[in-house]
């Protein structure tokens, strides 16, 4: 299978890098070339270390229950440098006004595991925990009425999902600054099965949500912490996928115009006027380079693929700031991971989306005594410092935090990365257009989508859908034209 296969990668974000390292490590009987833009490999993946600080530009972790990326770390040789979240002092704020208040502990998204945390919380107020006090006893209205079992192409938002369980006031307080955190997206647009499947499958099978999760807290003596990543930071994954690479099969600073096929076939052109022609091609760029190429397409199935990819996608602007032991004395940081910050009713404001304190999520990420914060800007924000210098979102940044956490003095590393339109936005109905995507593709032979606009936006997600892509691309059956 495979034999003599030339494969062309467009794209060398995480999901274009782990389809190479897949061909160039389990198939080696296939030949490949990786085409990116840029001059470096791993997309969002970055990280910078200074002056003993350990600092993610982009993602810092992964979700530990999902273990494809985990597998992929053991695989490169990475199993001494996994680290875990320090979940004992996991602490999430939101911020209200001035102030910070501490999210109920024992929080599975919005659904507690524990009531004494929730009915104690001053987040909520009365009426809205009589609400979730109801929901369990609601269980069989709402199992018999459960999305899962409306049909595979029913759908709802997050919020129209979080309100038929919990009422107005949680969605709004919990389940929006949450998800936002997560997708830069708003909970009234997004697909409540694409980004929450775990709990419309919980639904399915118990109604309450809270008995579900309550369950599952009963059954795990021993729960896993939540976040997973690497001592030296994700960087690291991206390093040891690329000295697997042939330096041959690496085409840095070569922007992909245009893309032909003959029928089985395909022929790439680069800005530069560079023509080769492979045998199989995956494309793992972010939205708008995706629809780029296949606008270049002649064939209509084409524009019926481009019409069903996700028509909205979100920037970020991730900022860190590093306090070396002298300044970091003199900081109030409280105990937890970071806060989120609910939406402002204002659209224009430039507001923080989140941010976290580092040093107390993971372990070995600064000097000793050193404190490490990166904040968030999401959505319209981000794309209102899309074109401020770095000076000026930094300070921007340092502002706001300053508002929440005490006054904070310049600090003594800082970087800042803007991320743009890096975060499609999974909207209602998003997975029936997945499927019916995926059926328009056996139209185009030997082509697949891959990336973060499709499956899911972890880093597992993204390797998981990468490698099993490579698998397949290589492989005779995927190489034969459809009649």
């Excluded at 955190?181 to 709990?199: E, H, Y």
Aim: aromatic share 6%; charged share 20%.
């Amino acid at each position: 299978m495979g034999e003599n296969r030339r494969v062309a990668i467009i794209g060398g974000g995480i999901s274009g890098l782990a389809a190479a390292y897949q061909i160039a490590v389990h198939h080696q009987e296939a030949s490949f070339t990786l085409y990116e833009a840029s001059d470096r490999l791993g997309g969002t993946v970055e990280t910078v270390h200074d002056q003993g600080f350990t600092i993610e530009c982009g993602p810092d972790s992964w979700v530990t229950e999902k273990p494809w990326a985990r597998e992929l770390a053991i695989e490169l040789g990475l199993a001494d440098e996994i680290i875990t979240s320090n979940d004992y002092q996991r602490i999430t704020y939101l911020a209200q006004g001035r102030q910070l208040m501490p999210m109920p502990a024992g929080m599975r998204m919005m659904v507690p595991s524990a009531w004494e945390p929730l009915l104690h919380s001053p987040l909520l107020s009365w009426q809205a925990k009589q609400a979730y006090l109801r929901e369990p006893k609601r269980a069989e209205e709402l199992k018999a009425s459960a999305l899962a079992k409306r049909g595979d192409d029913a759908d709802e938002s997050v919020a129209e999902f979080t309100i038929r369980h919990f009422g107005e006031e949680a969605t709004r307080m919990l389940a929006g600054p949450l998800l936002a955190g997560v997708f830069g997206g708003d909970i009234a647009k997004l697909s409540v099965r694409a980004v929450m499947a775990p709990f419309v499958r919980m639904e399915a099978e118990s109604g309450s949500l809270i008995d579900a999760v309550r369950s599952r807290a009963a059954a795990s003596v021993h729960a896993a912490p939540v976040f997973t990543s690497l001592r030296s930071g994700l960087g690291t994954l991206i390093r040891k996928m690329v000295e697997a690479l042939p330096a041959s099969s690496i085409s840095l600073r070569q922007t992909v115009t245009a893309i032909v096929t003959n029928g089985s076939r395909w022929s790439i052109v680069t800005r530069s006027g560079h023509i080769a022609e492979y045998d199989a091609l995956l494309i793992a760029l972010p939205l708008d380079g995706t629809r780029a190429l296949l606008a270049s397409l002649e064939q209509p199935v084409a524009k019926s693929i481009s019409a069903l990819l996700p028509t909205e996608s979100s920037s970020a602007v991730c900022v860190a700031m590093g306090y070396l032991p002298e300044k970091a004395a003199r900081l109030r940081i409280p105990r937890g991971f970071g806060f989120l910050v609910p939406a402002s009713s204002d659209p224009s404001a430039v507001s923080l989306l989140a941010a976290t304190f580092v040093d107390q999520k993971f372990s070995d990420r600064v000097p000793g005594g050193g404190v490490l914060l990166r904040g968030f800007f999401g959505g319209t924000a981000a794309q209102a410092l899309h074109s401020a210098t770095d000076a000026s979102v930094l300070e921007e940044t340092r502002r706001q935090l300053s508002v929440l956490l005490g006054p904070l003095p310049a600090p003594d590393v800082a970087v800042v990365r803007h991320w743009q339109q890096s975060l499609p936005q999974y909207l209602v109905g998003h997975q029936s257009r997945i499927r019916r995507l995926e059926t328009l593709l056996e139209h185009l032979p030997n082509l697949l989508l891959l990336g973060n606009s499709y499956r899911g936006v972890g880093l597992p997600d993204l390797v998981r859908d990468a490698r099993q892509a490579a698998n397949a691309i290589v492989s005779v059956r995927t190489l034969e034209a459809i009649p």
